[in-house]
T-cell receptor, first 112, second 109 residues
Framework: DAGVIQSPRHEVTEMGQEVTLRCKPI?????LFWYRQTMMRGLELLIYFNNNVPIDDSGMPEDRFSAKMPNASFSTLKIQPSEPRDSAVYFC??????????FGQGTRLTVV | KNEVEQSPQNLTAQEGEFITINCSYS?????LHWLQQHPGGGIVSLFM???GKKKHGRLIATINIQEKHSSLHITASHPRDSAVYIC???????????FGTGTRLQVFP
C-alpha cells in the first residue's frame, strides 16, 4: 500500500477563496482523522470518521470548515472562505480499530 | 496544566549519546503513542504501548501506568535522529489522541 495520500502538498491561496484538501486513507482502515498543526498550538484534532461516518467534529474551528467522507477511500476538508489564520499544515491519518495511526505527508496551506 | 506534558522541550546531543525524552499524562489512557516528525516532513508513528516496554532498533519506549509516565530512549544517537518527538495519549473511552507539545532533538556529528 502507498500509505495515506494527501493532496495537494502545498497550497497558497488568497483570503476569501475556497480551499479543498484531499485524503486517501490506507485501504481497509476504518478510522480517518484530520489534524491541523501550527507552531502556536501544535497538533489539534479537527474531526474524525469511523466507517465514513463523522464521529466527533468538536475540533472544527468554525462553520467555515467542513469535512466529508463520501466513501471508504476518500475524504475532503474544505475551508470556505479561507482566512490568513487558517495557515497551517493539515494532516490526514488513518488506522484500524485499536491500531497505530498512519499519517499522510500533510498539506501546507498558506492563506495570504 | 496540559493533560500531556513532555520534557525537555529542546534537546541537543552529540552523536553516540544516549537520549531520554519524558512524557507525563494526567488522563486515563488506552495506549500511549510516540510519534516522530522530521523537519518539513510527515509524521511517523514509532510506538503504541499500553504496558511495559517496546524496542525497535535503537529506539526503546517504556511506560509506567501507575505513575502515568512514559519515556522514549534512543541509544547511540545519530544525526538522522534529529526530529521532533511527540507523545500522545489515547483516551480510555475515546478514539481521540491528546498530544504533547513535542521535544525537538538535534544530534550533532
Amino acid at each position: 500500500d502507498a500509505g495515506v495520500i494527501q493532496s495537494p502538498r502545498h497550497e497558497v491561496t488568497e483570503m476569501g477563496q475556497e480551499v479543498t484538501l484531499r485524503c486517501k486513507p490506507i485501504s481497509g482502515h476504518d478510522y480517518l482523522f484530520w489534524y491541523r498543526q501550527t507552531m502556536m498550538r501544535g497538533l489539534e484534532l479537527l474531526i474524525y470518521f469511523n466507517n465514513n461516518v463523522p464521529i466527533d467534529d468538536s475540533g472544527m474551528p468554525e462553520d467555515r470548515f467542513s469535512a466529508k467522507m463520501p466513501n471508504a477511500s476518500f475524504s475532503t476538508l474544505k475551508i470556505q472562505p479561507s482566512e490568513p489564520r487558517d495557515s497551517a499544515v493539515y494532516f490526514c491519518a488513518s488506522r484500524l480499530p485499536g491500531g497505530k495511526a498512519f499519517f499522510g505527508q500533510g498539506t501546507r496551506l498558506t492563506v495570504v | 496544566k496540559n493533560e500531556v506534558e513532555q520534557s525537555p522541550q529542546n534537546l541537543t546531543a552529540q552523536e553516540g549519546e544516549f537520549i531520554t525524552i519524558n512524557c507525563s499524562y494526567s488522563v486515563g489512557i488506552s495506549a500511549l503513542h510516540w510519534l516522530q516528525q522530521h523537519p518539513g516532513g510527515g509524521i511517523v508513528s514509532l510506538f503504541m504501548l499500553s504496558s511495559g516496554k517496546k524496542k525497535h532498533g535503537r529506539l526503546i519506549a517504556t511506560i509506567n501506568i501507575q505513575e502515568k509516565h512514559s519515556s522514549l530512549h534512543i541509544t547511540a544517537s545519530h544525526p538522522r535522529d534529529s526530529a521532533v518527538y511527540i507523545c500522545a495519549a489515547g483516551g480510555m473511552y475515546t478514539d481521540k489522541l491528546i498530544f504533547g507539545t513535542g521535544t525537538r532533538l538535534q544530534v550533532f556529528p
